[in-house]
């Protein structure tokens, strides 16, 4: 139990949930300021200002959905602030891997209970080196990534379930399968291959689709699946296999610390957000730790 006292970041996506993560951190806010909790409150914008300047923090609670958690990665690993996503997005995939939720009480308990734990995150770059991207959920190429590729194109604001439908349905037309190469630790599995590729570090995926069911975010391994598919209904009842918990005919799992992806001219979606790098040659590698916070 934590005796000094307890200052937390309090910062907000106000576009996630249609306008509800600014109710929900008011609310939060209340009740932690009631307890005795100090808060400093921003915009997601300017995280990085609050992060780097001020008194020393005791978390984040960072309000917002899975994409908002995404773009924060870098920012959260180089503070070493302790996370608790309070989540108000579509998925949440990041707060259900962790126990984290929106309830006032549960988020003042981990505050005053003070525990940790080490979250592993994916570490994505051109396989010659150079800039990076980090995720905390997956990376994937194949289908589910063409859907978000066509959401993205066409959204306008905050999305629900039902954005994804028409997406979804122009996908199944025309799916994104293209060739895909995959090496685990410089061996080749996968060579020139169409299919849906699934690189996890979590074991949440959209529509409780998981394809990597045993993934551990705190082993510094990742798991992988690939599921060869050259039409959209072998992709689809690979996906209602995982749906009942049944692994598809013929998909490949691995698990191993470090991945190189080639794909072909197909999307591919980084923790639910498209992944706008151009590289084809990628390396996926475990690397920790970003701090969170565990529930009481």
Known sequence: MRDAPIHAALVVNPASGKGRAARVADALESHLRAAGVEISRAHVDAMDTLLGSGPPLTAVLLVGGDGTVHHALAALRRAGVPLWHVPTGTENLIARELGHSARPESVLAALRAGRTRALDLIEISPASGGSRTL???????GPDAGV?????????GPITHASYLRPALAEAFAPALAPISLWAEGRCIVES????????NMR??????NPCPDADPSDRVLDAMFLPAASTARVLLGMACLRAGLTPPG?????????TLLRGACPAQVDGEVFAEPWSLVTLRAVGELSVLAPA
């Open 135 to 141: 995720a905390a959920i997956m990376l994937s190429v």
């Open 148 to 156: 978000v590729a066509r959401l993205e194109a066409s959204r306008s």
């Open 193 to 200: 291959r169409p299919g849906w590729l699934v690189v996890a």
């Open 204 to 209: 949440s995926f959209g529509a409780r689709i």
């Open 251 to 259: 998909a490949l799992r691995l698990r191993a610390r470090e991945f």
